[in-house]
């Protein structure tokens, strides 16, 4: 009895001093695995209605065409990217490090969607397409391959393989977006290095309002005869992109300082709403909607055992390209779009397992 009256008094201050601890958010509990993969999902649906010769949905009219669910899923996908990144960062502040685990994230499955363009959507749409006729060659391949290699997308066809679908511009159109992504990593290794990051992170919110204030700038004159900045500093129509991504980065710069969870979630939420049945996206969704996604991440936890989003997101173009060489279209949206996200998710299954997953256990 002495023994237990001379500890229990020892156990109850220790519960004392952990109830009044600052508690963190552990690197675990969120939900971003999730929420990663709808988005993904998000674009399917988008581009599936565009490559399969869809009319305009009904949500269009709703929020007065000022966007559609692929455009605003990406928007979340750099503010995410924006968050991670600049976490990554911090957990290992080694450009060698940092570079090498981007690449290892970012590349193997890059290159698969590039290869399973060149050798496998294009020539099987050629046969579809123009049964007979030998319209794939190998040096095309080769040259589409070659063009591509360093994310910036040069060459959006391999040959005549889209002739006759709904949409002949790309082949992979989604990979347009991974040059800027990838400019954005450099900007924040740039950022670590020079010690904004850890130290002064009044910048990098610098940096964001800069960013608003250009796409405010855009969003008002995008049809001005005279140029608003200078050449070097006009970022056209990816300028809401990279602001969304610098809204996720200045979130983790000042994380300690926000709280991140399902109130946040409820208020932003309500704004993004908002200015959806009013106007002013263009404006004001590359920051709402990226701190609706981050605080939507904290509000409850999920873990996947796969991470198919990326996967879904490199491979989903072609496999719809293909479907729509079969005319699936003809069975109306909906079966379209199913048939879409099954097809994708597929490879993105056999792209994470056999691609994605062993890179990763590259980083060391």
Excluded at 19 to 26: D, L
Excluded at 127 to 148: C, K, L, Y
Excluded at 200 to 214: D, M, N
Excluded at 296 to 319: E, K, N, Q, T, W
């Amino acid at each position: 009895m002495l023994g237990l009256a001379r500890w229990l008094p020892d156990q109850v201050l220790n519960i004392v001093r952990m109830a009044q601890a600052p508690t963190k958010i552990s690197h675990g509990d969120n939900a971003f695995d999730l929420i990663r993969l709808l988005l993904a999902v998000l674009v399917v649906y988008t581009h599936g209605r565009l490559l399969g010769g869809f009319q305009e949905d009904w949500l269009s009219p709703l929020i007065k065409h000022q966007t559609n669910p692929g455009s605003a899923a990406v928007l979340g996908f750099f503010g995410i990217s924006g968050y991670l990144i600049s976490q990554s960062y911090c957990f290992a502040p080694k450009w060698r490090t940092f570079l090498k685990r981007r690449a290892l994230r970012i590349l193997p499955a890059y290159y698969l969607a590039i290869l399973f363009s060149a050798f496998v959507a294009a020539p099987l749409l050629n046969h579809i397409n123009m049964p007979g006729q030998d319209a794939w060659h190998f040096r095309n391949a080769a040259s589409f391959i070659e063009r591509n290699a360093f994310l910036r997308i040069q060459a959006w066809t391999v040959g005549s393989e889209t002739q006759g679908l709904p949409y002949t511009g790309s082949i992979d159109g989604a990979l347009w977006s991974l040059f800027p992504e990838a400019c954005c990593y450099l900007v924040i290794l740039w950022l670590g290095i020079v010690g904004v990051l850890a130290q002064r992170r009044y910048e990098l919110l610098g940096i964001t309002s800069f960013l608003f204030v250009t796409n405010f700038g855009h969003c008002l004159l995008s049809d001005a005869s005279v140029p608003l900045l200078p050449s070097f500093l006009v970022l056209s129509s990816n300028t809401p992109f990279f602001l969304a991504f610098a809204v996720g980065a200045s979130v983790h710069s000042y994380r300690a300082s926000i709280d991140l969870g399902r109130n946040g979630a409820l208020v932003t939420g309500l704004l993004c709403i908002a200015i959806l049945k009013f106007g002013g996206w263009a404006i004001f969704g590359p920051v709402i909607l990226p701190l609706f996604v981050l605080n939507l991440a904290y509000s409850f936890r999920v873990r996947l055992s796969a991470d198919l989003s990326y996967g879904i997101y490199v491979l989903h173009f072609p496999c719809e390209q293909i479907l729509a060489a079969w005319n699936l279209q003809r069975y109306g949206s909906a079966f379209f779009f199913l048939c879409s996200t099954l097809a994708c998710a597929s490879w993105a299954v056999a792209s994470w397992f056999f691609v994605e997953r062993p890179a990763l256990r590259l980083k060391g």
